[in-house]
């Protein structure tokens, strides 16, 4: 299993290697991460070429893909409706959170306005 999950900005940043993300993720240790597949997609989006899309599939293997339950899109469906209007909180964010609600695990992320609000002290920026 994972033990923890990875918001899309973070893998972005790492993607891109960030200084700040590269010495966060050298103080993690054998860390297993997961990420939702709406992460993935969102690093996927951001490609601006196919080579970029390509590197970035690459990258992405390195992490488990945990796919959500039907309890999850449940979950996240009724979280979109309580922080949408609220915190602008959209249905990425509700899908990328679902798995790790259900898992009670840290989600990283830098988007803590976000998340906050769905997963409370889950929700933890980690640089």
Not at 98 to 124: I, S
């Amino acid at each position: 299993m994972v033990d923890a999950f990875l918001d899309d900005d973070i893998l972005i940043n790492l993607l891109r290697n960030f200084p700040s993300s590269l010495v966060w993720k050298s103080t993690q240790g054998k860390a297993i991460w997961g990420i939702a597949p709406a992460a993935w997609m969102q690093v996927i989006e951001g490609a601006s070429n196919k080579i970029a899309q390509q590197r970035a599939g690459r990258f992405l293997k390195q992490f488990a893909l945990i796919y959500p339950t039907q309890s999850e899109i449940d979950w996240a469906m009724q979280q979109l409706q309580i922080f949408y209007l609220s915190h602008n909180v959209d249905a990425f964010d509700c899908l990328i959170a679902a798995p790790a609600h259900r898992l009670q695990l840290p989600l990283y992320t830098r988007n803590l306005k976000h998340f906050t609000p769905l997963l409370g002290n889950l929700a933890q920026q980690p640089y």
